[in-house]
């Protein structure tokens, strides 16, 4: 079974610029996650779909942030214009219903702000 | 007050130790506990799920909960060089999304 892909992973840009992230969860799971990370702090969630339903945006800085998943499979996330501390690893998760406390996590895109 | 604390070490043990890894949550209502391994430069991976009080065993590792004092640990029993790695504790609680902490860096002395 193929793990969650993501690309790129590693992408550097300067202050203000625009960057969007890919994700592609297990076939068959039907929720996806997008975490950030900062360097030494846990994840965090930004967003999370159940299917290509919003589940919960609740930490997502909307002015900024954007993600999708039209067709309930893929995903992407976008930062609209980065800032320096948008610099961290941003990961990919999914869960199938019937394991939905297990989350299987993607490699990440660690973005670097300059 | 952090929602999930941990203490950020490191805590380091010679191999063949017993290694023990604290966590408290602010969340009284939080249902469901968790362990994650994190290598350097790696994703998180789950190691240990632990839903009622008391202990949990799989091989070397064991996950202990005490919901009364809102405190879980996970010990780690025969510690290799190749446990050496970030275990972070998550926690499920009344908003219904994992809340991580920051994570215990583990080193095991050869």
């Known amino acids: 079974e193929a793990g969650v892909a993501q690309s790129p992973r590693y992408k550097i840009i300067e202050k203000r610029q625009s960057v969007a992230f890919w994700c592609n969860p297990i076939s068959g799971h039907a929720t996806l996650y997008w975490y950030q990370q900062i360097l030494g702090q846990g994840p965090k969630l930004l967003i999370q779909f159940q299917n290509n339903g919003v589940v919960d945006d609740s930490q997502l800085p909307k002015d900024r942030f954007s993600a999708e998943r039209l067709k309930g499979v893929d995903s992407t996330l976008k930062i609209q214009p980065a800032k320096l501390e948008d610099s961290a690893v941003y990961l990919c998760?999914?869960?199938?219903?019937?394991?939905?406390?297990?989350?299987?996590f993607g490699p990440g895109t660690r973005l670097t702000v300059l | 007050q952090k929602e999930v604390e941990q203490n950020s070490g490191p805590l380091s043990v010679p191999e063949g130790a017993i290694a023990s890894l604290n966590c408290t949550y602010s969340d009284r209502v939080s249902q469901s506990f968790f362990w994650y391994r994190q290598y350097s430069g790696k994703s998180p991976e789950l190691i240990m799920s632990?839903?009622?009080?008391g202990d949990k065993e799989d091989g070397r590792f064991t996950a202990q909960l005490n919901k009364a004092s809102q405190y879980v640990s996970l010990l780690i029993r025969d510690s290799q060089p190749s446990d050496s790695a970030t275990y972070l504790c998550a926690v499920r609680g009344s908003s219904y999304k994992l809340i991580f902490g920051s994570g215990t860096r583990l080193l095991v002395r050869p």
């Open positions: 998760a999914s869960s199938s219903p019937r394991g939905a406390d297990t989350q299987y």
């Open positions: 632990i839903y009622s009080n």
